[in-house]
């Protein structure tokens, strides 16, 4: 197909795609003329995969490249995708690492994670997010809410291993990768949504009175 | 205090609490002088609220002043004010709402909501937002990560449960307010951080071989 095909199949504007192209998000096609290329179904599919990571995911142009580049890569094995994506998923710290409060609630999901005995590496940017997180908390005053930690632990426990499961199950490893990472990212995204729709069940339940409960919801 | 207290001790330029003063985030100081006001502990608390929701929410200026305007208004009620912090946290959609596929999204994800018996309004950007992921699930050709909802829903549910009462166990109502606006921005980055961590375990144990099991992590 040509370009204009590819775009209006894609739902990407040319001036995007020649933009992925420049950048090395994108192959290019086969040329048929000085000017003139033929893309394949491949593009579509790439091209649905850099808007996922871009619009879904919120990535950057060369964060997606980044994990791209991972994807692309037959010598990446599986866990290690994982962290790549995750590195770059992180948004930069926020957090002021030198202050010492940030250093203790970094401590402190450190032994989060060895109580739960979870087999995590200690260059995970996860482990920063959840210490910018903590720190919030305190510094916001808000430390009571850290009692949420273990919950949050049980909940995600159980969320991942059907995740991971469900990804290894495909066997065909072109599909894992990809599966690794729409499933963090898109995955986030709808378990975000529906934890959101989870809070309004329950605090509809606890805080409003009967007759605004049965009028407001379907 | 001095405005350069107020800045050093919230960690805030001057110049960010002057712009904060312009927008109507933060109220003015009590004026001692032409040019010279005195701050309160009142102005370092709401500072430090400002800044999670800009930097850990990464919520617009436009947004934050939103959400602060409800925290500030004795007539918003606690179910209420859940309905417009997630409305400001809620990113402008990507996909494209006229597609039948979209719609056709947002009528699975109201019948998940149904089958689970929970009360969320027809209006709850909560349900834009997961139908938005469960069409990135379709489009990419990764329906069978979609599996993973009811897990997703349990996983809520149970978390969602622990976080409001953890906040209506407050009773402070000023309290309670400030608690499900951190608890639902801070909380879901912590969250996300800890489903990481999880993922990056299950991954581990199913993936990695015992040797690099046991040399990776700590």
Known sequence: MKVAELSSRSGTS?????????????????????????????????????RALLDVGGLSVAA?????????SQATVGHDLLGIAHSQLARAGRSDRADPAWAAARAEVEA???????????????LDAAADAVTAFRTLDQADLLSLMEPYGDAAEAVAAKEVAAVVARQDPARMV????????????LLNAIRRMAQEDASARLLLPPDRLARDSG
Chains 1, 2 share one sequence.
Do not use: C
């Open 14 to 50: 040319v001036a995007s795609i020649k933009y992925y192209l420049r950048e090395g998000l994108l192959a290019g096609g086969a040329m048929t003329g000085r000017n003139q290329a033929e893309y394949s179904e491949e593009h579509v599919r790439r091209l649905r995969l850099i």
């Open 64 to 72: 997606a490249k980044a994990v791209l580049s991972a994807v692309d």
């Open 112 to 126: 989060f994670v060895r109580r739960r005995g979870w087999h995590v590496s200690p260059a995970s940017p996860s």
């Open 178 to 189: 990809e599966g690794t990472v729409v499933g963090t990212i898109v995955g986030e995204a």
